[in-house]
């Protein structure tokens, strides 16, 4: 399920294609998600889709070069402990300056949705153990927390 920036539940319009689909399942411009390699391919052949997924280790330089054509980039977590995919997001937004939409997939956990918004991501797909409510509840507790700071005493207290 795809859950936006205030942590609520929203339409996907995106299809998401795995390894194995032929570079003609894509065209130019539509609303699909490739792989990366996939996507690689099907650009040789002029046929390239507006998104693409890559995984938290994929180097951003090789990325970079392709952000003009994109206007959706998933970035896949494999584990929740590995915070690589925050990383490139990062570099995607500030390096490259990248304005398109950063999507987050994995085993993620709400805790993780304050660092995710401030390296740059602009939705996630939930996991199916996650209940939506969580997302929202995190939602909430990171923008009340970026829009007021803790007083020293409160932070002494936590």
């Not at 070069?65 to 896949?76: A, C, F, N, R, S």
């Not at 304005?99 to 993620?108: D, Q, T, V």
């Not at 390296?119 to 509840?137: I, K, M, N, Q």
Request: proline letters at 8%; hydrophobic letters at 45%.
């Amino acid at each position: 399920m795809l859950i936006d920036r205030n942590g609520l539940p929203a339409a996907d319009v995106w299809t998401y294609h795995g390894a194995d689909a032929s570079a003609t399942a894509a065209l130019p411009g539509n609303k699909d998600v490739l792989p990366l390699d996939a996507w690689l391919a099907a650009n040789e052949k002029g046929v390239a889709p507006a998104g693409v997924r890559v995984q938290g280790h994929d180097d951003a330089a090789r990325i970079a070069p392709l952000l003009p054509q994109l206007d959706l980039i998933v970035i896949e977590f494999p584990k929740t402990r590995d915070g690589r995919g925050f990383t490139l997001a990062k570099l995607l937004r500030d390096k490259w300056q990248f304005e398109g939409a950063i999507r987050a997939a994995g085993p993620l956990l709400p805790d993780q949705l304050a660092m995710l918004w401030a390296c740059g991501f602009d939705s996630l797909l939930s996991p199916s153990d996650v209940p939506t409510a969580r997302w929202h509840e995190a939602a909430q507790a990171a923008v009340g927390r970026a829009s007021r700071p803790r007083t020293l005493l409160e932070r002494l207290s936590a």
